[in-house]
């Protein structure tokens, strides 16, 4: 019939090829979807575990922010307490029981997983203050330089990043697992367990009862170049792509800030940063791309003397 329009039933090749354009971009988005609503974290490494509060309300806060275009989510802990060590181990197996870690950022990490360049404490982890026994405190008062820190001990995790630093400068390390350094400070194995400005106050807190020997050291301040991330299995695209772009959104909108204010003010006022002296240390696993120029991203206390 010329002059009219004649319709074709599609043959079963077409027809297949046609129903892949339709329904792989659904598959994806919905595939998208899923692998960016289910978020498991670290548990931690010991019971009570109070360290990590306020990146756990930034990671859900991220995931909160993103409800519109993302949809809803579930954000727990993992069931159990594991070292760091074998966190970073589990976020890379196939098998996976965590989908996210924070941890601080490294050349190597930020080649092994997803990660995303926002320090989540501003760099603050950075910012050292040290625990010691409080018959200690004279042996700190003429520390000046990184020479003078070579006299002393320092404790620190076993396989944390940043016991390349202490390392790299050349002082004394004594590397034993997160729970039992409080426990060898007490009992003279050390003279020093260095403490992120966020970290040290509730320590003591936790501590004071079983270890009431230990006391803040009262001068000094080592720095050091430390950005904290989050970091997810090169698998979970998404989910990385999710929290990122809650992040993102919290940075433009002071939401980000309200939260590092909100768990570290007071920190930064009571262990009086400003009136210390910092000595610098220098990060030998800082990546090449870390953002150290965008201002927004770092703190940096007020008026502070440094000492390299």
């Known amino acids: 019939m010329t002059g009219f329009f004649r319709f ?17 971009p659904l598959l994806l988005l919905s595939s998208t979807a899923t692998a960016s609503n289910k978020v498991v974290y670290p548990a931690g490494e010991i019971a009570g575990d109070t360290r990590y509060r306020d990146v756990i309300e930034l990671l859900t806060t991220a995931l909160e922010k993103t409800r519109p275009a993302f949809g809803a989510y579930t954000c727990q802990p993992s069931q159990r307490q594991v070292p760091k060590k074998r966190v970073i181990a589990e976020l890379a197996s196939d098998d996976r029981s965590i989908n996210v870690l924070w941890n601080p950022g490294s050349a190597k990490l930020e080649q092994d997983f997803l990660t995303i360049k926002i320090p989540l404490r501003k760099g603050l982890l950075g910012y050292r203050v040290m625990l010691i026994r409080k018959d200690k405190q004279a042996m700190f008062e003429n520390v000046r330089t990184l020479q003078d820190l070579k006299t002393i001990r320092f404790g620190q995790g076993t396989g944390w990043i940043d016991n390349t630093i202490f390392q790299h400068q050349d002082l004394p390390l004594v590397e034993a697992p997160y729970p039992q350094l409080f426990a060898m400070l007490d009992a003279d194995r050390f003279d020093a367990f260095p403490r992120g400005v966020g970290e040290i106050l509730d320590e003591l807190e936790m501590q004071k009862e079983k270890f009431p020997n230990l006391t803040i050291e009262k001068n000094l301040l080592l720095y050091y170049p430390f950005p904290y991330y989050f ?8 989910l990385k792509h999710r929290v990122e772009t809650g992040l993102k959104m919290m940075l433009k909108d002071g939401s980000f800030d309200a939260i590092f204010l909100k768990y570290h003010q007071q920190a930064i006022q ?10 610098t240390l220098t990060n030998p696993d800082l990546a090449p791309d870390t953002p150290l120029n965008d201002i927004r991203l770092w703190y940096k206390p007020p008026g502070m003397s440094v000492t390299r």
């Open 8 to 24: 074709r039933f599609p043959t079963n090749q077409r027809l297949t090829a046609w129903l892949r354009c339709v329904t792989l």
């Open 270 to 279: 009571k262990l009086d940063l400003r009136n210390r002296r910092m000595i």
């Open 231 to 238: 970091f997810f299995n090169k698998k979970d695209a998404a």
